[in-house]
């Protein structure tokens, strides 16, 4: 999980663990005194966009900075995504019970996967209690050996359950749109940045460069194709704009952040289908 570990104070820390493993899946069953663990930005290097789910029997209190900060009761799961940065925090694990799978499990089935709420697996609905039921149980067997394919592709159905069951909540259309109208006013502000990119944005609004691609995915574009028509409609008023008929295009193109000519005179023209300088022809 590649995790930073800190026992409580007055804790030493121990750790006894079963761990479970199957095809884009581990689960693992223990037992480990209070303690906080941390994914932070180092250890985000390493670009696993692994999703964990995990239940002990105290509960977490746990912070996930741009989301806010949660508290699970015993027996409701934390979701945690391995790329975005957490801080958990336990007093009480005489149990506890990881389930950390691929995110291209879930992604095909669960359509808006990261507007679900950190807090929101809990054991009321079947769904949540059969998944519980089924990973308590598999821990139990033993090494699964032939049947490890098939154990995957079980829990990976239960999961879809779990989670689809709550990627309809009231609340999910509307972060998705604050949060995509906000990006999209950062980028009008910044055009003139030429490192403009989904990583610096995911920095600064606190979610994954992933996610802020598949918003635009979701509007039938791309983060790079949406700066880009907005660099190049940018440039298009420029050009018409009487009061700055003596600027030299490429000073216009340079402020709108585009730094490679040859490629914005070849975007210029398939957009508009004219040449900059026809543009501004136009104008005279």
Not at 42 to 49: C, I, R, S, T, Y
Not at 188 to 215: T, V
């Amino acid at each position: 999980m590649r995790l930073h570990i800190k026992p409580h104070e007055d804790h030493s820390l121990k750790f006894k663990a079963t761990t479970l493993l199957l095809p884009g899946i581990t689960c693992t069953k223990a037992s480990v005194s209070p303690m906080a663990w941390d994914r932070t930005e180092e250890l985000m290097a390493d670009g696993n966009d692994d999703i964990i789910l995990s239940w002990n029997s105290g509960g977490y209190r746990f912070d996930m900075p741009g989301r806010g900060e949660f508290e699970t009761s015993p027996g409701t799961a934390a979701i945690l995504p391995l790329d975005r940065r957490f801080s958990v925090e336990t007093r009480d694990s005489r149990w506890t019970m990881a389930l950390q799978f691929k995110r291209s499990l879930l992604a095909p089935l669960v359509r808006n996967l990261d507007d679900i709420r950190p807090d929101s697996i809990g054991r009321a609905r079947p769904a949540h209690r059969l998944l519980f039921g089924y990973l308590w149980s598999l821990q139990e067997l033993g090494p699964p050996g032939d049947l490890a394919p098939l154990l995957s592709r079980h829990i990976a159905d239960i999961l879809a359950a779990a989670f689809g069951d709550l990627e309809h909540e009231p609340q999910t259309p509307g972060v998705r749109a604050a949060r995509l109208a906000a990006i999209k006013q950062h980028i009008l502000r910044n055009l003139c940045d030429p490192g403009l990119s989904a990583e610096q944005l995911s920095r600064k609004f606190e979610i994954s460069a992933r996610y802020i691609r598949q918003l635009f995915a979701d509007e039938g574009t791309s983060f790079s194709d949406y700066v880009t028509e907005q660099r190049l409609a940018h440039v298009h008023s420029c050009l018409t704009d009487p009061r700055q008929i003596l600027r030299r295009v490429a000073d216009i193109a340079f402020d709108a952040g585009i730094t490679e000519p040859s490629t914005f005179y070849r975007q210029f023209r398939h957009r508009y289908g004219m040449t900059p300088t026809d543009a501004r022809r136009q104008l005279r």
